[in-house]
């Protein structure tokens, strides 16, 4: 449901109904929008990156916080995780094509940030 709202000579379209659910929105960025989550799925996207590497392009993300995210992001499909290595234990993440689809959106993210100077 749709009314319209009048505010210094204009008029805007306010939404009514109010969500029983989370919006898409909402939804979308509980997939994308925790912390270190996207920044993952960007460090992954050209092909394997090892656990320790991606910790250090990730700077600031200790490596529990990283391991958690990483976890996370399996679990929802974007990424798998493969062991190549058992002694000592090595293990490569790659973003899977359901990941791949979520690219286009952090583009433009990226865009936005730089075009605002943010």
């Not at 969500?19 to 929008?33: D, F, H, S, V, Y």
């Amino acid at each position: 449901m749709e009314n319209t709202l009048k505010t210094n000579n204009k008029i805007k379209k306010i939404n009514l109904e109010s969500c029983e659910q989370p919006c898409l929105i909402e939804r979308g960025m509980r997939i994308l929008g925790g912390k270190w989550k996207a920044s993952i799925l960007w460090h992954v996207k050209d092909g394997p990156v090892r656990f320790n590497e991606l910790s250090r392009m990730l700077g600031g993300a200790s490596k529990k916080m990283v391991d958690q995210r990483l976890k996370e992001l399996e679990k929802q499909g974007l990424v798998t995780r493969e062991v190549i290595c058992t002694r000592p234990i090595a293990v490569t993440y790659e973003i899977t094509d359901f990941g791949r689809t979520a690219l286009e959106i952090l583009e433009k993210l990226k865009d936005w940030t730089e075009e605002n100077q943010l």
